[in-house]
């Protein structure tokens, strides 16, 4: 029976049933992003799980059901919430997340990213398909967080995300990345790798295979980490930063979920 479920059931991770579930998901990683922003943000927001590091609130927003469900950290915990949202009705969910430094030097503290996808750097999806298959984000929701963003008129940029699993991992992990930097001939070149978190690939690749929407924006909650400097041994770098604390991350966050909210009002009204 591994996968099913009667519908009377609650889940077992998330602990929650069909009527706790709206269409429309915003998951953050923390917990406590989760009550924030069901009690901050939603109107009528109430609990309706606490299990774990699954925090679930029920509300609306502009009119629009919205579920919040926190996920953790990392990519097991995110597929297990993702696919249990999914089995109570989710059909649009946007991971609401911060990825530290960005990759690129011309990326500020304070900016949002908006993955097209992600590259699937981690353990959790290669138990669904093989690492060659992509993790893309749903075209109508990146565009929708686009939309949102500059009427918002947040600074952001759109482009690739890696999903990793140790945060304190080797260097070497992240500059093979890079490795087209150290190319004579491509040492200038574009490259879209923007930034690196540790939840949007299993979030994408399971909405691909369930059929389902899924997206993210994430927060830029440090100073450049730019790929092209450390792959080249330009800077030290020994592990991801994080400045979440300082009062240009907060704003950061804060950008972050006020475009995912209003990407869900867009993709509600079908636009």
């Not at 926190?70 to 597929?79: C, D, F, K, L, N």
């Not at 304190?168 to 890079?178: D, N, V």
């Not at 927060?219 to 979440?244: Q, Y």
Request: neutral net charge; glycine residues 8%; contains cysteine.
């Amino acid at each position: 029976m591994h996968g099913l479920m009667r519908k009377e059931t609650v889940q077992p991770h998330i602990r929650c049933t069909k009527d706790d579930i709206s269409p429309y998901v915003i998951l953050p990683g923390d917990p406590g992003r989760a009550r924030y922003i069901g009690k901050e943000f939603l109107r009528n927001g109430r609990i309706a799980a606490e299990s774990r590091e699954f925090v679930t609130y029920r509300g609306e927003y502009k009119e629009i059901p919205i579920t919040v469900t926190s996920t953790g950290i990392g990519s097991p915990s995110t597929a297990i919430a993702t696919e249990e949202l999914i089995n109570l009705g989710a059909k649009v969910l946007i991971r609401v997340g911060t990825c530290g430094g960005a990759l690129k030097r011309d990326i500020p503290i304070g900016s949002l990213i908006i993955p097209l996808a992600s590259i699937r750097d981690e353990g959790t999806t290669r138990e669904y398909l093989p690492p060659e298959f992509p993790a893309v984000a749903d075209y109508q929701v990146v565009k929708a967080l686009e939309n949102a963003a500059k009427k918002a008129n947040f600074r952001y940029y759109v482009g690739i995300n890696r999903t990793h699993d140790a945060f304190y991992g080797r260097t070497s992990s992240l500059k093979r990345w890079g490795g087209i930097y150290e190319e004579p001939r491509m040492k200038d070149w574009s490259y879209p790798l923007l930034s690196s978190e540790m939840e949007a690939a299993p979030l994408f690749l399971i909405a691909l295979i369930r059929g389902v929407k899924a997206g993210a924006v994430l927060a830029v909650n440090a100073n450049p980490e730019p790929l092209r400097e450390i792959t080249l041994g330009e800077i030290d770098f020994s592990a991801p930063a994080t400045e979440a604390d300082s009062i240009e991350a907060k704003r950061a966050e804060e950008r972050a979920i006020i475009t995912a909210l209003e990407a869900m009002v867009q993709l509600a009204k079908g636009g």
